[in-house]
T-cell receptor
Framework: NAGVTQTPKFRVLKTGQSMTLLCAQD?????MYWYRQDPGMGLRLIHY???????AKGEVPDGYNVSRLKKQNFLLGLESAAPSQTSVYFC????????????FGQGTRLTVV | GNSVTQMEGPVTLSEEAFLTINCTYT??????LFWYVQYPGEGLQLLLK?????DKGSNKGFEATYRKETTSFHLEKGSVQVSDSAVYFC???????????FGAGTRLFVKA
């Protein structure tokens, strides 16, 4: 019963480097989300997807790109990391528009130096 | 736009004390309301929810009532335990939609 799985769990990047965070869910959920969590600011939505092959911008999309080539996977990319992107990143999924409970992964702690 | 405001923390209580964490929301439609909990080093998990006015969500001794007249969804527990120490997030799901909007979170410390 894996639920939502994120990889990696920790990463340190140098400014300007790129990386991809992977999120996988095994619940056949339609919707998937990427959030970042910063102290005192709660969770802010970066990008989201309402189905395979679709993506949309959330509240703080700049500096990030996403792809949803398969229903179960949602990738978050940083093309050129900046210190301001130091954060904890959470992936989540929900079943559909009527069942909106979000299921979260355990998070990825990213530090950009 | 829609938003969620919850009381700032941290909240520090002794074991067996009564807990209230206030949450108010702004929404144009009829959102579903949630409380999520985040234990140290973990992701968020759903604690309870309510989908329409006057509904009461409850779980693990926690409860919250959807009050449309005061646009509130306050979290309460009659007797907290040390194991309840965590960050609590109030959230709403937009009417007919799928995006969840979170409050800033309230950290709770419970002392033995």
């Amino acid at each position: 019963n894996a639920g939502v799985t994120q990889t990696p769990k920790f990463r340190v990047l140098k400014t300007g480097q790129s990386m991809t965070l992977l999120c996988a869910q095994d619940m056949n959920h339609e919707y998937m989300y990427w959030y970042r969590q910063d102290p005192g600011m709660g969770l802010r939505l970066i990008h989201y997807s309402v189905g395979e092959g679709t993506t949309a911008k959330g509240e703080v999309p700049d500096g990030y790109n996403v792809s949803r080539l398969k229903k179960q996977n949602f990738l978050l990319g940083l093309e050129s990391a900046a210190p301001s992107q130091t954060s904890v990143y959470f992936c989540a999924s929900s079943l559909d528009s009527l069942n909106t409970e979000a299921f979260f992964g355990q998070g990825t702690r990213l530090t950009v130096v | 736009g829609n938003s969620v405001t919850q009381m700032e923390g941290p909240v520090t209580l002794s074991e067996e004390a009564f807990l209230t964490i206030n949450c108010t929301y702004t929404a144009t439609g009829y959102p579903s309301l949630f409380w999520y909990v985040q234990y140290p080093g973990e992701g968020l998990q759903l604690l309870l929810k309510a989908t329409k006015a006057d509904d009461k969500g409850s779980n693990k001794g926690f409860e919250a009532t959807y009050r449309k007249e005061t646009t509130s969804f306050h979290l309460e527990k009659g007797s907290v335990q040390v194991s309840d120490s965590a960050v609590y997030f109030c959230a709403l799901s937009e009417d007919g939609g799928f995006k969840t909007i979170f409050g800033a979170g309230t950290r709770l410390f419970v002392k033995a």
